[in-house]
């Protein structure tokens, strides 16, 4: 069936480091594919989107490209700041509009 | 923005209760969804409503669980007899064709005990 792969947390970073948080995914068909956040005590927000391959994703200075020949989705920035600590979620949509999660990567950003 | 509201923010029940959990979706959106996410793993699906129906619903999504449109703005999640398996923070989300992903409600922590 459809899921989602994530690389396992935490991670802690000082700011102005880069980011790559490694997700993969397994479905059939052609899904969505996301990243959300989760800041503390709040609900999941969408951070950005790829609806088919090669296409990237972009929100905030983090990205992502769909890569159908390997499969994944990883998230990259090129200088986290303190405000980005928060947990990140990749996900897909399967064809019938459900989403598949990641278990969650949290990130702590350290000045 | 459109905000999808969850209440209460956190509940704590007695093992054998019921419980209600509350969403507002967003007024213009048709499809409504609840997951869940337990301590420390995955959020998961449990169940899609449409048109007044259940569209989809996963294996958790047993007959302790319904839920329920009552009214033009309000999507609910019963548990009939809580368990202490079923703490766990459970989203609302809703959606409308032409948006590529949810809108999440903040989330309502159910703790039974």
């Known amino acids: 069936g459809d899921s989602v792969t994530q690389m396992e947390g935490p991670v802690t970073l000082s700011e102005e480091a880069f980011l790559t948080i490694n997700c993969t995914y397994t479905?059939?068909?052609?899904?969505?594919l996301f990243w959300y956040v989760q800041y503390p005590g709040e609900g999941l927000q969408l951070l950005l989107k790829?609806?088919?391959?090669?296409d990237k994703g972009s929100n905030k200075g983090f990205e992502a490209t769909y890569r159908k020949e390997t499969t994944s989705f990883h998230l990259e920035k090129g200088s986290v700041q303190v405000s980005d600590s928060a947990v990140y979620f990749c996900?897909?949509?399967?064809?019938?509009?459900?989403?598949?999660f990641g278990t969650g990567t949290s990130l702590t950003v350290i000045p | 923005e459109p905000e999808v509201t969850q209440t209460p923010s956190h509940q704590v029940t007695q093992m054998g209760q019921e419980v209600i959990l509350r969403c507002v979706p967003i007024s213009n959106h048709l499809y409504f969804y609840w997951y869940r996410q337990i301590l420390g793993q995955k959020v998961e699906f449990l169940v899609s409503f449409y048109n007044n129906e259940i569209s989809e619903k996963s294996e958790i999504f047993d007959d302790q669980f319904s839920v329920e449109r009552p009214d033009g703005s309000n999507f609910t999640l019963k548990i009939r007899s809580t368990k202490l398996e079923d703490s766990a923070m459970y989203f609302c989300?809703?959606?409308?064709?032409?948006?590529?992903?949810?809108?999440f409600g903040s989330g309502t922590r159910l703790t039974v005990v």
């Open positions: 790829a609806t088919k391959a090669d």
């Open positions: 479905a059939t068909g052609y899904p969505s």
């Open positions: 996900a897909l949509r399967a064809t019938g509009n459900q989403f598949y």
């Open positions: 989300a809703s959606w409308r064709w032409g948006n590529y992903g949810y809108t």
